[in-house]
């Protein structure tokens, strides 16, 4: 059934077509024939149908393309174009052969494009490049694990080693990671959250005491009033378009705050419907405001202003007074500093009209029960926690937490990336989590905080770590600053990656680098006990199972909690009382420490198995309880700040495709926003363009403009006229990741700031035939 890929031909931008117009809408018929096209011709009917027809189903595997919610009520065939695209990805028979690694030297694969690299297929045994050596060549097991715990072991400080974590690892294997993490002795847990949500924890911890939604999936369909800012679900979270309409169709009203018109927020067809198929689709937002890069903080800031002007036109009808009282602190230091907002700057910020502020205004005054959704266009800015706690600011004014259909709601990315969190992965776990975790294993595990993902580039770079271990994911590909990045990581002595499919970071390793393949979440994992499932938690704090349903793509393939429970064993086995060997037999062990440590978790295995799972207690949500010193949610004063253009330059957002996870292409289109065959754009506005003396069509070399005296570029894109906001451009990751510089990031949360890129555009002459700095 294993078959090889004999050539995958990259990208030819001079194929690039640009058709130029967003689409206004998003799903409908043909995107589940484009989501049915590639699983049918690689995978064939039966492997296609065990997938495909497995999503999100009762007993079958959690989609991995977005943290989303199932709704109570599952549908069958509640997938999407672009679940199913990942589904493909990694469900594909495709594999990589034993004379893959001496064909393609390390040299060659560091220049092979995102793209090309995961086409060549699933990994399917151990690979080992000794110091010195261009090439990979197949090792076993044992002598994989082997050389990990001789060189962890051989370190004088376990806070030499860097343990990263991507956010499709599930509960057990995530659980186990951060014990053996600990058990060797340090809290150096970076994860793709900090360069993701890391903003919304930092903010929502801060103000009401937990990092999470305070929503559940039936709020949706509850709320008057829902403001999506920041986000594109059409392509990141479709499902999200199945809630956001039947919550319009119950009499919700949608507001978009974007410096793109995406489409699906615009407006979407639902392929589930008859309707959507035939009908035009529903138009999604009642109101779209067309908002500057990092200007939002300015929005509400002048909206919570016009809240508490209008309480003070018409007292005790506006503001949520006993709520105020009852569970809030910080009334009248917000009110002193809101009522020195003034207008002029907000317009600046926001490039918006004084009517759409005051619109906006008059629609959260007037709903009773409102939610505010966000993403990356909110957490990955310079000002993104000052941000998010406006918000939580807003929504507290009015009581909209803690009650149905109300509440602040981040959609996380990964699948599994909240899930995660709450199993400890962070570098920064509270003390009463480490004191459990202690006690549980007989062990005393480090307290001082570890490095996030910026730090650990900083320490590779510095020589502070040797030893690299990544547990999913793509760390280079991801990060900002390439080029430093790609630095700092080949300062390392040992870089190692546990990983379904190859891409960048397996071609920028250590001196010594090792490839440790794993199942992927559509496949069945057996082990001594019998087939095993495992857990996951989405973006409303639901947990549940997760069944693989399809044979291993290769018979020596390991789990994730296979590769970690022996790696630990070898490394730091006896340390403590942890039954490494035991895991590996039979997940249900690890659910009972679980249990036993992480809170809310209790009963892990009877609830974990119950129909549709469990929901993880929240404070804010179930009770208005608010874990911060007082007690009490804090209104916050932030003093604004937004992104300064200077003349000549554009902001520049780096955001995703609807061809694209991540750092993983599916394919070269965009399909929503008109561009076919090829990723090198830049999108900007018409009118920049004419200010610039630029025109669409043309060459441009993209110049990073920051203080540090980097010439940071991305060369030969092609621009694209398009109704951006003023002054804000817009180009894909992770290929523009070369232009983010490492220090820019949020203030305190420090997620990489990249929407927030400010860059110059100089012509190219003629068409170049140089490769760009990605390759
Ligand atoms: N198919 C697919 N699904 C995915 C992913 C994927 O790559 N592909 N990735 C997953 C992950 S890990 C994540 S985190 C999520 C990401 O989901 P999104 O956050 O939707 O992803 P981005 O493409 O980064 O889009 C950012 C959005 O923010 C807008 N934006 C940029 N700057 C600003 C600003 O200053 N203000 C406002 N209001 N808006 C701004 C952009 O125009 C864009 O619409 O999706 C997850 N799901
Ligand atoms: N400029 C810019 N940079 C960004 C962003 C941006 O918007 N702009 N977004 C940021 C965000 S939100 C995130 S979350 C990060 C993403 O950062 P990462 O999570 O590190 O990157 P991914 O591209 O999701 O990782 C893809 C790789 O994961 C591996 N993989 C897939 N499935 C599995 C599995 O089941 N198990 C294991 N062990 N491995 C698996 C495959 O080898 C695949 O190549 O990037 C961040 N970087
Ligand atoms: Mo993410």
């Known amino acids: 059934m294993t078959r090889k890929n004999p050539k995958v031909e990259e990208a030819d931008e001079s194929e690039l077509e640009v058709t130029g117009h967003p689409k206004t809408w998003a799903a409908g018929v043909p995107g589940v024939y484009y989501s049915m096209k590639p699983a049918l011709e690689h995978m064939g009917v039966e492997r296609s149908r065990k997938t495909l027809l497995a999503l999100n189903q009762k007993d079958g595997f959690d989609c991995m393309s977005c943290a989303w919610p199932d709704p109570g009520h599952r549908k069958t065939f509640e997938f999407c174009e672009n679940g199913a695209k990942a589904v493909t990805w990694e469900a594909t ?4 052969g034993s004379e893959f690694w001496a064909g393609h030297p390390v040299s060659e694969l560091r220049d092979r494009s995102e793209y090309w690299l995961g086409m060549q297929g699933r990994l399917t045994e151990p690979v080992y490049k000794p110091a010195g050596e261009d090439h990979y060549r197949p090792v076993n097991w044992d ?9 962890l072991r051989s370190l004088p400080d376990p806070n030499q080693a860097a343990f990263y974590t991507s956010g499709r690892t599930s509960n057990e294997a995530a659980f186990l990671y951060q014990l053996f993490i600990r058990a060797y002795g340090t809290n150096n847990l970076p994860d793709c959250s900090n360069m993701c949500h890391e903003s919304s924890g930092w903010a929502m911890g801060q103000t009401i005491g937990v990092g999470k939604a305070t929503v559940s999936y039936d709020d949706f369909a509850k709320a008057e009033l829902i403001i999506v800012m920041g986000q594109n679900p059409g392509t990141n979270h479709p499902r999200m378009l199945t809630a956001l309409e039947e919550a319009k169709e119950a009499g919700c009203k949608i507001v978009a705050v974007n410096p793109l018109p995406e489409a699906g927020l615009m407006r979407y067809k639902n392929p589930q419907k008859v309707k959507g198929i035939i009908g035009h689709g529903t138009d999604l937002a009642d109101q779209f405001l067309q908002v500057r890069i990092g200007g939002d903080m300015a929005l509400l800031q002048a909206i919570s202003k016009r809240v508490l002007e209008a ?17 809030c602190d910080g009334l009248a230091e917000l009110r002193a500093h809101l009522a020195r907002l003034d207008d002029a700057t907000v317009l600046e910020a926001t490039g918006l009209r004084l009517e759409e502020i005051e619109e906006l205004a008059a629609r959260y005054i007037a709903a009773d029960r409102v939610i505010i959704t966000w993403a990356m266009g909110i957490t990955q800015q310079k000002k993104g926690v000052a941000t998010i706690k406006e918000m939580i600011n807003l929504l507290l004014l009015r009581g909209n937490m803690g009650k149905p259909g109300a509440g602040a709601s981040p959609i996380r990315g990964h699948s599994n990336v909240q899930g995660d969190r709450t199993m400890g992965i962070w570098e920064q776990m509270p003390p009463a989590f480490l004191e459990a975790l202690g006690q549980e294993f007989g062990f005393e595990p480090p307290r001082e905080h570890g490095l996030d993902a910026v730090q650990t580039v900083r320490a590779m770079r510095d020589g502070g770590i040797k030893v690299f271990i990544a547990l999913g994911g793509n760390f280079v590909g991801a990060i900002s600053d390439t080029h430093a990045a790609e630095e700092a990581m080949e300062k390392t002595e040992l870089s190692v990656q546990i ?3 190859l891409n960048h970071s397996h071609a920028v390793t250590g001196a010594e680098a090792l490839i440790l393949p794993t199942l992927g979440r559509t496949e069945i994992d057996r082990q001594e006990s019998g087939p095993q499932f495992v857990s996951v938690e989405d973006t409303v704090c639901a947990v549940h199972a997760s069944h693989g349903t399809v044979e291993p793509v290769a018979p020596g393939l390991l789990s994730e909690v296979a590769i970690v429970c022996r790696l630990a064993a070898a490394t730091v086995g006896g340390r403590t009382s942890a039954d490494w060997a035991g895991f590996e037999k039979n997940y249900d062990l690890i659910r009972d420490h679980i249990s036993h440590v992480v809170n809310g978790c209790e009963d892990y295995n009877r609830k974990v198995r119950q129909d549709g799972g469990f929901i993880l207690p929240n404070g804010p949500r179930d009770s208005r309880t608010f874990n911060t010193p007082t007690g009490k949610a804090i209104l916050t004063v932030n003093e604004l700040e937004h992104v ?3 003349a000549g330059t554009l902001i520049l957002q780096t955001m995703r495709s609807h061809d694209q996870f991540n ?3 599916y394919g070269h289109n965009d399909r929503y926003r008109g561009i076919r065959k090829g990723r090198e754009v830049v999108f900007v506005n018409p009118a ?4 610039l003396g630029l025109a669409d069509g043309q060459h441009v070399d993209i110049h990073g403009v920051y203080s540090d005296g980097v010439d940071r570029v ?22 523009a990741n070369v232009l983010v510089p490492l220090e820019s990031v949020a203030e305190g949360s420090q997620t990489p700031a990249s929407k927030a890129v400010i860059v110059r555009l100089e012509p190219v002459p003629v068409l170049e035939e140089e490769p760009t700095a990605w390759g």
Do not use: M, W
Request: glycine share 4%; with cysteine.
């Open 93 to 96: 028979p495709v594999v990589i």
């Open 143 to 151: 002598q994989a694990f082997g050389i990990i715990a001789n060189k």
């Open 311 to 327: 309480e003070d036109a018409h007292p005790g009808t506006v503001l949520d007074h006993k709520f105020l009282e009852e569970h």
């Open 499 to 501: 990983s379904t499919k």
């Open 644 to 646: 300064e253009r200077p």
């Open 663 to 665: 750092t993983t292409i």
């Open 688 to 691: 920049d363009l004419t200010e």
């Open 714 to 735: 991305l060369r030969n894109y092609r621009v694209v006229s398009y109704p951006s906001a003023r002054g804000c451009a817009a180009a894909y990751y992770p290929e």
